[in-house]
């Protein structure tokens, strides 16, 4: 999965560094949104603060990015394992974990709120040392879960704080994917909660893009370009990752319209890539 | 017969299999601490394990010799049978905030049983359909020794493409437990930020009367287990047992 995995990064660099890819927005929602183009994502990190539209955060503060890895029991046994043990070739059962926690203001000069966040990746690898020089080693993800996490507390009287979850979870038992061009099969779902009020945050997967030049391009495989924001099934934004951007709902209220944007830079200010991602 | 009618159970139960990630922000986190070279029992939230004992046998297997398996060119197998038996008999004592609350022995039995051919498809055994993999625990409170807690699992070892899940029965109760994706609470502090951060696990979920009441991370380096408040006594003793023989056991498989 991982070699799949870096063909279809190269082969994303590759078209992306001659243009810069955007979501195609249908003319449905654009023409009723307000786009604002996020700065502040590239170039120097320390003292990051983003800019979008009256929206603007303070310096992001973030803790270490952490990963440890350690030996452990398999928590299923594969076809791999099974004909490495058969040939005497030894195979190791790896699970690594990597963390990172940030934290930041975001303010549009009426409302502020405070967002605290944490991105956490727990991996299980199989590790096949074949010691043979034309075959080489290999490693195999079995499994591997992905959550992002943000409390977003609005600096405001009897305001309830919200809960954000993003996550992805990969099995190796349940993936489809047979062919080449077959991405894994990755359960994905992502909400925003303040026990009352619920957003639904959809990761967008796409093939259609449009290039700097407006001309609408295709990717071979789905790639992720960003994500969609549902309140009751209505749309009421649209993050756009690979062009930097937000398509905010301009009939939203503002203090919705503060947790939409407190969801877009947080998502935004990840460092951390799941294997899907 | 009291086994046999809870591992007909356990069948009756492999029909219900979950695949979604289950979401139980509810439950309170946990962290378990020992379970290592130092301190080999653990203890989570007021439990703690005493007295740990394993079985000398749990640390041998016995295997079949089969001649067959001999036939190698150049170190490949034309044809290998893999017959072997493990065991992991082990037994402690759970207390609650230093009194005894229960007595747990455990037998857990691995039956291999692989055969590969090299020159024809292989079939369901090679993949472990005929493997034997069951975990028997018997859980007897100290508040009332007549009335034990029954522990049955099934494919702990994951050697089979089949979920991994058990049953704990005490008369018509009736608590299961599957390895599922949980998101669940990494933080219960409550004057804590962390509090509303939540992460997606490897658990096994307990479940009882539809409800989820527990869970215990599958993974060693997750050190977390969660727990209901205001569940009845005896359901908390079975459970916190249930959660301690999930992180004793080993891994027989070989």
């Known amino acids: 999965m991982k070699k799949i995995f870096y063909f279809l990064l190269a082969a994303v660099l590759l078209i992306t560094s001659c243009s810069t890819p955007k979501l195609a927005i249908p003319e449905q929602f654009s023409s009723v949104a307000q786009k604002m183009s996020i700065k502040g994502l590239n170039g120097w990190m320390i003292n990051q603060k983003l800019t979008f539209g009256t929206y603007k955060t303070s310096k992001v503060k973030r803790g270490w990015n952490t990963t440890t890895s350690r030996q452990e029991q398999s928590s299923d046994v594969t076809t791999e394992e099974r004909i490495a043990k058969l040939f005497n070739v030894k195979s190791t059962n790896t699970n690594s974990n990597q963390k990172q926690k940030y934290q930041y203001s975001i303010e549009d000069g009426n409302q502020v709120a405070e967002v605290f966040c944490s991105e956490r990746m727990s991996a299980e690898e199989l590790q096949v040392f074949t010691n043979n020089r034309w075959l080489g080693d290999f490693s195999q993800t079995k499994n591997y879960q992905y959550s992002f996490t943000a409390a977003i507390l609005p600096m405001k009287i009897n305001e309830e704080p919200w809960q954000l979850v993003v996550y992805n979870n990969y099995d190796k038992r349940k993936d489809t994917a047979r062919k080449f061009f077959d991405l894994p099969y990755v359960e994905e779902e992502g909400f925003a909660t303040n026990g009352k009020d619920t957003i639904q945050v959809k990761p967008l997967r796409v093939k259609n893009i449009t290039s700097k030049d407006g001309k609408e391009r295709q990717f071979p495989v789905k790639i992720l370009g960003g994500y969609e924001l549902r309140i009751d099934g209505g749309v009421i934004g649209v993050i756009d990752t690979m062009g930097h951007a937000l398509w905010i709902y301009k009939d939203l209220d503002e203090p919705t319209k503060l947790i939409v944007a407190s969801i877009c830079s947080a998502l935004m200010l990840r460092k951390i890539q799941d294997v899907n991602g | ?254």
Not at chain 2, 1 to 22: D, E, G, T, Y
Not at chain 2, 39 to 58: E, V
Not at chain 2, 84 to 106: I, M, P, T, W
């Open chain 2, 1 to 254: 017969m009291k086994r046999l009618l809870i591992f007909l159970l356990l069948i009756v139960f492999s029909a219900s299999s979950k695949a979604q990630v289950q979401k139980a922000a509810t439950l309170q986190p946990q962290k378990i601490s020992g379970g290592n070279l130092f301190k080999r029992n653990i203890s989570f939230s007021d439990f703690q394990t005493k007295k740990l004992g394993r079985s000398i046998g749990s640390f041998f297997s016995t295997r079949a010799i089969v001649p067959a398996n001999l036939l190698r060119i150049e170190g490949i197998p034309l044809y290998h049978k893999d017959k072997r038996r493990s065991k992991d008999h082990f037994h402690f004592d759970l207390c609650q905030n230093g009194s005894f609350a229960a007595y747990v022995e455990v037998e857990a039995i691995m039956l291999q049983n692989e055969t590969f051919r090299l020159f024809s498809k292989q079939d369901s055994s090679f993949f472990g359909k005929a493997n034997t993999d069951l975990l028997l625990a018997s859980i007897q409170p100290s508040a009332d020794t007549t009335s034990w807690w029954e522990v049955a699992a099934w494919n702990l070892n994951a050697s089979k493409d089949e979920s991994q899940r058990g049953v704990i029965k005490q008369g018509d109760k009736v608590i299961s437990f599957e390895k599922a994706p949980m998101l669940l609470r990494e933080n219960g502090d409550q004057n804590s930020i962390d509090t509303l951060f939540s992460n997606i696990y490897m658990a096994y979920q307990f479940r009882y009367r539809g409800e989820t009441i527990g869970a215990v991370a599958y993974k060693e380096s997750d050190r977390l287990c969660w727990m209901k408040k205001g569940v009845d006594k005896s359901i908390e003793t079975a459970i916190a047992s249930t959660i301690s023989i999930l992180r004793l056991r080993r891994n027989i498989y070989k």
